[in-house]
C-alpha cells in the first residue's frame, strides 16, 4: 500500500503537481487571460468535441470489430487481430503523415471525397479521423476479451426464449459489456484529448479553426512562455480528471447497481 | 409433442457430425440421447432447437416442417449445459426474460408476469431467491433458475443439453428424481443430452444411442440393456466382457471347443461373445464351459465379484457363491449372451 502511493506520487503526482506550482506564478488574472483566452477555448473546445465524437464512433467500430474476433473464425483472423493493436505501436507522427497523404486533396481517398465537397486533411473533420485511427485499439482491447468470455449460448439462450436478435443486443449483451465498453470508451477518450503526433500533420493548425490544445502548449513553449503553456495544460488536466472521474464513479454507480 | 427427425445429416468442415439420422420422439415422452464426446448427439439436440441447422434432411414438430425455423420462433425450452444465466439480472428477471422480449400484443401484464415469476419459483424450490444474482446461487440452484427461465414460455418441448454435468453426485441424483417428476406433472416431451449411461437409463422412456454420428439403436433402457443391438451398444452400456470366438456350422467354437451357447443365425467366421458379469455362471472346466483360470475375488454390494482371465483377456463375474480359490481352473456357462460378427 505504501509502496503503491509513493510510486504512484514520484510516477504521477509530483510532476503533475509541478503543472500548477508553474501555473501558480501567474497569479489568477494572469491565468485567466492565458488560460481562458479566446484562442485557447476554442482549442479545448476542438480537442474535446473531437475526442469525443472520435470515441463514440470508435465506441460502435470497435464493438463491431471487438465482436467479429471474438465471435467468427476466417482465414487471416489472426493477421487482423494484430493489425488492431497497430495504432498503439505505430509512431503517431507516421500515422499523421500516412492518413495526410490519404485524405489530402490530391490523396487516394481524398480526392474521392473532393468532387463531394467533404474536406478532410486541414479540418476539424481530419481531427477526429485521427483520433478514429488512434482511439480503435483502446475499445477492441477492453471489450474483446470480455465478449469472449460472455461466450455464445448466452445468445444461444436468449434466442431459444424468444427473443429477437436486437432484443438479445440490447437486454443480454450491452448490459454485460458495458463496463468494459464505457472503460474503452475512457481511455480512447482521454488518448485522443491528449494526442499530438498524429493530429498536428492532418488538422492544418489554423487558430480558432483546426488548433488543437496540445498544439497551443507547444505553441506557448516554443516562445518561452512557459507559464502560459502551464496554464493551458492545468485547465486540460482539471477537465481531463473530472471526465475520467465522472466515468468511473458512472463505472461505480452501475456495478453497485447491478452484481452486487 | 411429437418430433421427427428425417434423414438429418450435418457436416462440420471434414467432420460428419450426423449421418443420416431419423428419429421419432412421441407426445410425452422422455427420451436420452447417449453417446461418447464426438458422437454427434449434441449436434442433433441443437437441430431440434434450431441453433443449428441440417445440411439435408427434415425435423418437423407435430407434422409441420421446422427444418429452417430459427429458434426463437419454435416454442422451446433449452437448458445449457452450464446454465447460460444472464449474470447482470437477478434470479427473477432471468425467469422473466422468455415473457418480457414478447411482442406487446403477446405480452403478460407486468403483474401477471411477477406471479408467473413466483409460481416458477415455488415449482423449484427458491421461492425467496427471485432478488439474488446468478453469482450467489450454489450450482444446483443455478440449473434448476435455467430450467424455470426454460419453462416460463411454457414450452411445447424441453431440451436439456448434459443437464447434471457440472454437478456433484449426490445433487446430480436428487435433482434427476425431480426433473423426471417434473417431466411428468408438466406433460412435456423432453430429449436430454448425457454421456452418463446411468443417467439415461434412469431417467428416460427411451435411449437413443449414438456413435460417431449414426444411431446405433433405440429401445427402452430394459432393450438397450439386454438386447443391444450392435457390439457398440453391448460395450457403451452397462459393463461387458468380450471373448473372440469363431462360429461354425450353428456351433461357437473357442479354441476349437464347441461353447454350450446357441450362435443365433450368425453366419460362419469369426465372432465375437459379449456377456454381464451377471450373466454368467461360474461352474467346473468341463466340456461345453469357457475355460477361466480365477483371479482376486472381492465383495460388491449383494455378490462377490471375481476377476478371472481367458486366456490374456480379463474378464468379470458376479457370483454368490461358492467362491473358486485363486489360481483355480473353472468354467463359464451362460444364460444369455451376445453374439457379434467380429469387427
Given at each position: 500500500m505504501g509502496l503503491t502511493i509513493v510510486w504512484l506520487c514520484l510516477i504521477v503526482l509530483i510532476p503533475l503537481s509541478t503543472i500548477f506550482l508553474r501555473a501558480a506564478g501567474l497569479g489568477w488574472d494572469g491565468f485567466v487571460a492565458v488560460g481562458l483566452s479566446a484562442r485557447a477555448l476554442s482549442a479545448y473546445k476542438l480537442s474535446f468535441g473531437t475526442a469525443l465524437l472520435a470515441a463514440s464512433v470508435n465506441a460502435v467500430f470497435g464493438l463491431l470489430i471487438a465482436w467479429i474476433l471474438a465471435r467468427y473464425e476466417f482465414p487471416g483472423k489472426k493477421f487482423v487481430d494484430a493489425a488492431v493493436d497497430l495504432p498503439f505501436a505505430l509512431p503517431t507522427a507516421v500515422a499523421g503523415i500516412a492518413l495526410v497523404s490519404l485524405y489530402a486533396e490530391n490523396g487516394w481517398i481524398g480526392s474521392l471525397l473532393a468532387p463531394l465537397g467533404i474536406r478532410v486533411a486541414y479540418t476539424p473533420l481530419g481531427v477526429v479521423v485521427a483520433l478514429i485511427f488512434i482511439g480503435l485499439p483502446f475499445i477492441v482491447r477492453s471489450v474483446q476479451p470480455v465478449l469472449a468470455d460472455l461466450g455464445a449460448d448466452v445468445e444461444e439462450a436468449a434466442a431459444t426464449l424468444g427473443a429477437t436478435r436486437w432484443q438479445t443486443f440490447s437486454r443480454v449483451i450491452l448490459p454485460a459489456i458495458a463496463p468494459a465498453l464505457l472503460t474503452g470508451f475512457a481511455l480512447a477518450f482521454a488518448r485522443g484529448v491528449g494526442e499530438y503526433g498524429s493530429v498536428i500533420f492532418i488538422a492544418g493548425n489554423m487558430p480558432y479553426k483546426s488548433e488543437i490544445a496540445p498544439l497551443l502548449i507547444v505553441t506557448q513553449l516554443e516562445q518561452f512562455d512557459y507559464p502560459g503553456a502551464t496554464a493551458i495544460a492545468c485547465v486540460m488536466l482539471v477537465a481531463s480528471f473530472s471526465m475520467l472521474l465522472l466515468v468511473n464513479l458512472l463505472q461505480a454507480w452501475r456495478a453497485k447497481r447491478s452484481a452486487k | 409433442m411429437s418430433i421427427v427427425i428425417d434423414a438429418v445429416s450435418k457436416r462440420f468442415g471434414q467432420f460428419a457430425?450426423?449421418?443420416d439420422v431419423s428419429l421419432e420422439a412421441r407426445p410425452g415422452e422422455f427420451l436420452a440421447l447417449l453417446g461418447?464426446?464426438?458422437?454427434?448427439k449434441t449436434t442433433l439436440l441443437r437441430m431440434i432447437a434450431g441453433l443449428d441447422f441440417p445440411d439435408s434432411g427434415h425435423v418437423l414438430f407435430d407434422g409441420a416442417?421446422?427444418?429452417?425455423?430459427p429458434a426463437a420462433e419454435r416454442q422451446i425450452g433449452f437448458v445449457f449445459q452450464n446454465y447460460a444465466l444472464f449474470r447482470h439480472m437477478t434470479v427473477a428477471d432471468n425467469i422473466a426474460f422468455g415473457l418480457t422480449v414478447r411482442a406487446r400484443r403477446d405480452r403478460p401484464a407486468k403483474a401477471d408476469i411477477r406471479a408467473r415469476v413466483a409460481e416458477l419459483l415455488d415449482l423449484i424450490q427458491l421461492p425467496d431467491l427471485g432478488h439474488r444474482y446468478p453469482a450467489q446461487l450454489s450450482g444446483g440452484q443455478r440449473q434448476r433458475v435455467a430450467l424455470a427461465r426454460a419453462l416460463a414460455v411454457e414450452p411445447r418441448l424441453l431440451l436439456l443439453d448434459e443437464?447434471?454435468?457440472?454437478?456433484d453426485a449426490k445433487v446430480r441424483k436428487d435433482l434427476r428424481r425431480w426433473l423426471r417428476e417434473l417431466h411428468d406433472r408438466l406433460g412435456l416431451t423432453s430429449v436430454f443430452v448425457t454421456h452418463d449411461q446411468e443417467e439415461a437409463l434412469e431417467l428416460a422412456d427411451r435411449v437413443v444411442i449414438m456413435n460417431r454420428g449414426v444411431i446405433e439403436q433405440i429401445g427402452t433402457p430394459r432393450e438397450v440393456y439386454d438386447?443391444?443391438?450392435?457390439p457398440f451398444v453391448s460395450e457403451f452400456v452397462g459393463e461387458t466382457n468380450r471373448i473372440p470366438v469363431t462360429v461354425a456350422d450353428g456351433r461357437v467354437l473357442h479354441h476349437g471347443q464347441a461353447l454350450d451357447v446357441s450362435p443365433k443365425a450368425l453366419a460362419n467366421g469369426p465372432a465375437e461373445l459379449h456377456f454381464r458379469p451377471h450373466e454368467a455362471l461360474l461352474g467346473d472346466d468341463a466340456p461345453g464351459a469357457l475355460p477361466i483360470v480365477v483371479g482376486a475375488v472381492h465383495k460388491r454390494g449383494g455378490t462377490w465379484r471375481v476377476e478371472a482371465r481367458v486366456d490374456d483377456i480379463a474378464v468379470e463375474i458376479d457370483t454368490s457363491g461358492p467362491l473358486p480359490e485363486r489360481g483355480a481352473r473353472a468354467g463359464l456357462r451362460f444364460d444369455d449372451v451376445q453374439i457379434f460378427p467380429a469387427l
Open positions: - | 457430425a450426423l449421418n461418447p464426446s464426438g458422437s454427434g416442417d421446422m427444418t429452417g425455423t443437464p447434471f454435468g457440472a454437478l438386447m443391444p443391438a450392435t
